[in-house]
């Protein structure tokens, strides 16, 4: 097989992340791998394996022609047979597909914020689903969603999945006491609802006043942005709470915190919470997307109902006074995901669903 990940662009996020993840690890697979981003390079560029064929189509526009063609060319030289579009990037293969019309189009379907039934985007999704040949969900509800009201029925779930990576580099330094530091590691987005950690960290934070809370992941500096940065002002919890914008070395980060947390009003599969328990880090997090089938309540970590910030500072709390619980589920975290969201679970999965599929 010769397949190509399109995604729109490196920059650090998970559905950036598992672009790069199935370009690598269908490299040593596979007869042929590729990598095409189309509107933005990023720090994800440097994750890339060197058996992966990459290209950057500089696009500018949603109707960009000299994109297209220079995707068709890419895909004419290389031979692709299928194009596995990451979340928006659909709309391009659409396009290529007009020019080369054999060849086969999945859709990875990232969309963990628009979840049933008030989907954004559902028209267009559906329209242009009826080229699809295959559509990847990464949590129930959303291959559900897509069984009932895509044209393609040919829909499977298949779970994020992470790879160890032994060798990482070191360049963060988080502020704080070894041993007392919490981590929320998300782009700085609504969804990720980090105004409600921001409310927890006050409730809380005269009880544990040794702990402090790091937020890592990218920063806009919109509006949603400097909201979080005045609360946390308003609050007095500038030496408590600490941002620092997208980081490189993501498992340096992870080692020096203790807790993950997530407060995510709605979510697919995060990758963080895939990385955390690599690294033996339980969690407290909301009962969104996929979450609640990796995280086992009070057996793995702790979850409650999203924007519930009474439950969820009573679930912090407990898990911070008792060191020993956090070594449990950080232990039974890492023992789930070793057994379910590997590589080599998911790509033996995937390789099997797109064998089936007429080239």
Request: charged fraction near 25%; glycine fraction near 6%.
């Amino acid at each position: 097989m010769r397949i190509v990940q399109l995604i729109d662009s490196l920059d650090i996020g998970g559905a950036e992340k598992m672009a790069i993840s199935y370009a690598n690890s269908l490299a040593k697979n596979i007869e042929f791998s590729g990598l095409v981003a189309t509107r933005k390079e990023g720090e994800l560029k440097n994750k890339m394996d060197a058996g992966v064929s990459y290209l950057f189509l500089n696009k500018k526009k949603s109707f960009d022609l000299n994109a297209i063609l220079k995707l068709r060319d890419f895909c004419k030289k290389n031979k692709v047979q299928i194009i596995q579009a990451h979340s928006s990037s659909f709309f391009l293969t659409c396009m290529v597909k007009l020019v080369l019309p054999k060849i086969v189009i999945i859709w990875h379907d990232h969309y963990g914020n628009f979840v049933p039934p008030k989907r954004k985007g559902a028209f267009f999704i559906r329209t242009l689903s009826i080229i699809f040949q295959g559509v990847i969900a990464v949590n129930l509800d959303l291959e559900a969603w897509s069984k009932k009201n895509l044209f393609c029925k040919n829909v499977i779930y298949l779970q994020n999945y992470i790879s160890e990576n032994k060798e990482y580099f070191r360049e963060t330094i988080l502020h704080g006491i070894d041993g007392k530091r919490v981590l929320y590691l998300a782009n700085l987005r609504p969804q990720k609802n980090h105004l409600m950690l921001v409310e927890v960290v006050h409730s809380i934070h005269k009880n544990f006043p040794d702990w402090t809370f790091h937020l890592v992941g990218s920063d806009l500096n919109d509006d949603y942005s400097e909201t979080i940065k005045a609360k946390i002002k308003d609050y007095q919890l500038e030496e408590v709470v600490f941002l620092y914008g997208a980081k490189k070395d993501v498992e340096n980060v992870i080692k020096q915190s203790n807790l993950g947390v997530f407060t995510s009003n709605s979510e697919g599969l995060p990758v963080a919470l895939l990385e955390f328990g690599l690294f033996k880090k339980p969690v407290v997090a909301t009962n969104v997307g996929q979450i609640p089938f990796v995280v086992r309540d009070n057996f793995s970590g702790f979850i409650s109902e999203p924007k519930d910030v009474v439950a969820f500072s009573t679930n912090l709390a407990t898990i911070l006074k008792d060191e020993k619980l956090r070594v449990k589920f950080g232990d039974e975290l890492h023992k789930t995901i070793s057994e379910n969201y590997t590589e080599n679970v998911v790509i033996s999965n995937y390789i099997s669903w797109v064998s089936k599929i007429k080239l």
